[in-house]
């Protein structure tokens, strides 16, 4: 009964380096998102998908990039790392039947 | 203007006693509704969905107003594992199910 998974649940980068946040579901949804969390700022929509093949921009994608070539997975990179991406990530999951957003325990990064 | 607003608070309320949250949207072809709760540091999971009609689940219930465009959570008999944070979230029509959320509003209920 696994959900939504996120890998690492913890990270520390240094500026400049690049790393992937790994994000599976074994629920069969069609919608996939990432979302960062800052204090006082709530959840903000990084990029999202709607389907294996399909990404698109949210409120903040930028340095990051996804892609989406299984149902399942959807990986977020960090292209070069920098402070201001400090945050913690979650990676969340929906259906069109439900529309419930299913989410992973979150992965903290912080980027000295 | 954020799409979802809500008054961060902290609502610190004694034990026992009824709270209610109200948070805003912006888009008027906003098509489903939901209030999520988060603990510190942990993630967000579904509190209860948000219907025109209105619904109840036990102590809490939800209200929507489409045309003031604005949704509420009441809280009756706060119970000191209330405290959380309370996320009012919104999806659009036009199939991308993608949730909008709040910043959230603190609740703190104390003995």
């Known amino acids: 009964n696994a959900g939504v998974t996120q890998t690492p649940k913890f990270q520390v980068l240094k500026t400049g380096q690049s790393m992937t946040l790994q994000c599976a579901q074994d629920?069969?949804?069609?919608?996939m998102s990432w979302y960062r969390q800052d204090p006082g700022m709530g959840l903000r929509l990084i990029h999202y998908?709607?389907?294996?093949?399909?990404?698109d921009q949210g409120e903040v994608p930028n340095g990051y990039n996804v892609s989406r070539s299984t149902t399942e997975d959807f990986p977020l990179r960090l292209l070069s790392a920098a402070p201001s991406q400090t945050s913690v990530y979650f990676c969340?999951?929906?259906?069109?039947?439900?529309?419930?957003?299913?989410f992973g325990q979150g992965t903290r990064l912080t980027v000295v | 203007r954020k799409e979802v607003e809500q008054d961060p608070g902290p609502f610190n309320v004694p034990e026992g006693a009824t709270v209610a949250f109200n948070c805003t949207y912006s888009n008027s072809a906003s098509q489903s509704f939901f209030w999520y709760r988060q603990d510190c540091r942990k993630e967000p999971k579904l509190l209860m969905s948000?219907?025109?009609s209105g619904n109840e689940d036990g102590r809490f219930t939800a209200q929507l107003n489409r045309a003031s465009q604005y949704i509420s959570l009441l809280i009756r008999d706060s119970k000191l594992s209330d405290s959380a944070t309370y996320l009012c979230v919104v999806t659009l029509s036009g199939g991308s199910y993608i949730p909008t959320f709040g910043r959230g509003t603190s609740l703190i209920v104390h003995p």
């Open positions: 948000v219907y025109s």
């Open positions: 969340a999951s929906s259906s069109q039947g439900t529309t419930e957003a299913f």
């Open positions: 629920m069969n949804h069609e919608y």
């Open positions: 998908s709607v389907g294996a093949g399909i990404t």
